[in-house]
C-alpha cells in the first residue's frame, strides 16, 4: 500500500524532474513499465484462480488495435473502454470454451487462441492486414503527457483492481480454486463462474493496457500487437515478482521492463541471455519471487 | 431429509453402486459401515455431487438434486467433510473456513462469515491455531479442519468421510463428542466410518454395504447379528 502511493507520486512528478537529454527517454521507458506492469497485474488475478493463460498478449493486442480503430470516431477515453470491452468479449467467449480445461489444457488453448487472433488480424482488411496500422495519439496529440498519464491512470487502475480484489469475497472463491477445485465446489463455491468473471476483469485490464499502447507507439503490426513474447512477459513478471500478490507483479514490472531496455541498451540482443539467468536464479532461490525478500507473509493475504 | 432411490453407478466394469435405497431421518446419526471396496465413497460422492450417477434419484429436503452441482448441493444445505484432509494449504485455518462460511450460503456478507468463523473456531478447539497456515497442521488438526470448513458452511445435513481414520483412541473420542455436538446443534449427520466404537458411540442407525450394494439396516446391535454382514466383514477373509 505504501510502496503503491510512493510509486504513484514518483510517477507523477517525474515528468516535473530535470532530466535533461534523458527525459524523452525515460518518461518512454516508464510508460511502457507501467503499461507491461499493468498487464502483468492484470495476469496475476487468472492466475489467482489457478489457470495459466498465454492468451494476455493477444488481449493485449485487441485491446489495442480496437482502441485504435475506434479512437478518430469516439475520442480516446471511449476508445480506450472499447478496447477493453473487446479482450473482455472475447475472453469471455474464449473462457466459456475453454474454462473448465485445467492447467498445461488451457494454457494451450489460450496459446491456440492467441495465435488464431493476430492470423484474423493479418487477414482482415479494416486492420491494416500485414501493413500495419497507424495510430493517432492520446487526445489527438493536444497534450504532450496525455499518453504518459493515461498510463499511469491504467497503472493504478490495475493495481486498485488487485488490491481491492484480494480484499474482497472474490478474493477467497479465487483461492480455493486454485488450491482445491472439487472441495471449493463442495464448499459452495461456483468455480466455473469464478473463473470465467475474474477471466474478464483480467482481459478487460490487459485490453486497457494495450489501448493505451496503441496511442504511445502510434503504429500497430499484427506481429508486434500479438507477438508471444508480451504473453510470456505477462507471466514471466509475476513469477519474478511474486505471484498472487500486488506488489509482486507491480514492482516486478518495473524492475524487469527498466532492467530490459538498460541491458538493451547496453549489448543488443545479448540481453535475452541475461534475462533468462535472472529469471532462472529468481526461480531457484526466490520461490516466491520477489516477494521473498519481504518478511514472510502468510497464505493467502496479499501486500 | 436424504432419500436416495435406486442409484447406481458403474466405472467401467466395476459397480460401485447397485440400486441404492437408503433414507436419512432428520435430525439423526446415520452411520454407513462395510468393507473396503464396498462403494462407501462413491456413495458420498455421489450425494455431494462430485460424480454423477448412471441411474436412480437423490431427493434432498423434498426437491430432487439427482443432477444438481455440487455448489447447487452445498447452498441447500449438504456439508462434506472429505476422508483425505483437503485443506487450502497456502490460507490459515480461519481463511480456509471463510470460504465455507461464505460461499456455502449464499448472500452471506464478509462481517457475517466472520462470525460464522469464529463461533466455529471456538466449538472445534481450534482457537490457538486459527491462524496458523493449513500446511503446518497436525493430522488431528487437519480433521477438526475438514469438519470445521464443513461446519461453516452452515449445512442441514453433514457428509463425513471417515473423518476419525488415522486418529489414537482417545483423538478419535474427543471427535465423536464434537459430532455430537454438532447434531444437538440441529445438523444431521451422515457418517462413514470403519471403527466400530465409534459407530457404536454415534450411530443411532446402521446401513451397510457390500458390492455396491445395502446389504443391511438397523441398530448397531440389530446389523452386528446379522449373519449377511458378519459373512461380509468375517466370511471371506476367514
Given amino acids: ?303 | 431429509m436424504l432419500r436416495v432411490a435406486n442409484l447406481s453407478k458403474r466405472f467401467g466394469g466395476v459397480v460401485a453402486a447397485r440400486e441404492v435405497n437408503l433414507e436419512v431421518r432428520s435430525g439423526e446419526i446415520l452411520a454407513v459401515i462395510g468393507p473396503n471396496g464396498a462403494g462407501k465413497s462413491t456413495l458420498l460422492n455421489l450425494l455431494s455431487g462430485l460424480i454423477r450417477p448412471d441411474a436412480g434419484q437423490i431427493e434432498f429436503l423434498g426437491e430432487d438434486i439427482t443432477h444438481a452441482s455440487p455448489e447447487v448441493r452445498a447452498w441447500k444445505g449438504l456439508g462434506r467433510a472429505f476422508q483425505i484432509v483437503q485443506p487450502f494449504h497456502e490460507m490459515t485455518v480461519r481463511e480456509n473456513l471463510m470460504v465455507g462460511a461464505l460461499y456455502g450460503k449464499p448472500g452471506t456478507s464478509l462481517k457475517a462469515a466472520r462470525q460464522v468463523v469464529q463461533q466455529v473456531i471456538e466449538l472445534t478447539g481450534l482457537t490457538s491455531k486459527a491462524d496458523t497456515e493449513a500446511g503446518e497442521l497436525t493430522l488431528l488438526e487437519d480433521k477438526r479442519l475438514e469438519l470445521a470448513r464443513a461446519l461453516c458452511t452452515q449445512p442441514r445435513l453433514l457428509l463425513l468421510d471417515e473423518v476419525m481414520a488415522g486418529l489414537r483412541p482417545a483423538e478419535a473420542m474427543e471427535a465423536v463428542e464434537l459430532v455430537k455436538r454438532t447434531r444437538a446443534s440441529g445438523v444431521t449427520v451422515l457418517f462413514i466410518e470403519h471403527l466400530m466404537p465409534v459407530v457404536r458411540a454415534l450411530a443411532d442407525r446402521v446401513v451397510v454395504m457390500d458390492y455396491g450394494q445395502v446389504i443391511a439396516e438397523g441398530s448397531y446391535e440389530e446389523v452386528a447379528a446379522n449373519a449377511r454382514v458378519r459373512e461380509a466383514y468375517l466370511g471371506r477373509s476367514a
Avoid at chain 1, 77 to 84: D, I, K, S, T
Wanted: proline share 4%; with cysteine.
Fill in chain 1, 1 to 303: 500500500m505504501m510502496l503503491a502511493a510512493v510509486l504513484l507520486f514518483l510517477a507523477l512528478v517525474l515528468p516535473g524532474l530535470p532530466l535533461g537529454q534523458w527525459r524523452a527517454f525515460a518518461l518512454d521507458t516508464a510508460q511502457f513499465a507501467f503499461l507491461i506492469s499493468g498487464l502483468a497485474l492484470a495476469w496475476d488475478l487468472l492466475a489467482r484462480t489457478g489457470q495459466l493463460s498465454l492468451a494476455h498478449g493477444a488481449f493485449f493486442g485487441l485491446g489495442a488495435y480496437a482502441a485504435a480503430l475506434s479512437a478518430p470516431a469516439l475520442g480516446t477515453v471511449p476508445a480506450l473502454l472499447v478496447g477493453g470491452a473487446v479482450a473482455a468479449l472475447s475472453s469471455l467467449l474464449l473462457g466459456l470454451a475453454t474454462l473448465r480445461l485445467q492447467g498445461m489444457y488451457f494454457a494451450i488453448a489460450t496459446l491456440a487462441f492467441s495465435e488464431v487472433m493476430r492470423t484474423l488480424v493479418l487477414k482482415a482488411q479494416f486492420t491494416g492486414g500485414s501493413i500495419g496500422l497507424p495510430v493517432q495519439p492520446a487526445f489527438g496529440g493536444a497534450y504532450p503527457l496525455g499518453g504518459y498519464y493515461l498510463a499511469v491512470a491504467v497503472l493504478v487502475i490495475c493495481t486498485l483492481a488487485s488490491l481491492l480484489l484480494s480484499r474482497s469475497r472474490l478474493h477467497y472463491a479465487m483461492a480455493a480454486t486454485r488450491q482445491g477445485e472439487a472441495v471449493a465446489r463442495v464448499l459452495g463455491v461456483p468455480v466455473v463462474r469464478v473463473k470465467l468473471v475474474t477471466f474478464m476483469i483480467s482481459a478487460f485490464l490487459a485490453g486497457l493496457a494495450g489501448g493505451v499502447y496503441a496511442m504511445k507507439t502510434l503504429f500497430l503490426s499484427p506481429y508486434d500487437a500479438f507477438g508471444l513474447g508480451r504473453a510470456v512477459e505477462a507471466l514471466v513478471i509475476p513469477i519474478f515478482g511474486g505471484l498472487y500478490t500486488t506488489t509482486g507483479p507491480l514492482l516486478g514490472g518495473l524492475i524487469i521492463v527498466s532492467l530490459e531496455t538498460w541491458l538493451r541498451l547496453r549489448i543488443g540482443e545479448g540481453y535475452l541471455v541475461v534475462y533468462g539467468v535472472v529469471l532462472v536464479l529468481t526461480i531457484l532461490f526466490l520461490p516466491k519471487g520477489l516477494m521473498s525478500l519481504f518478511a514472510r507473509r502468510k497464505g493467502a493475504r496479499h501486500a
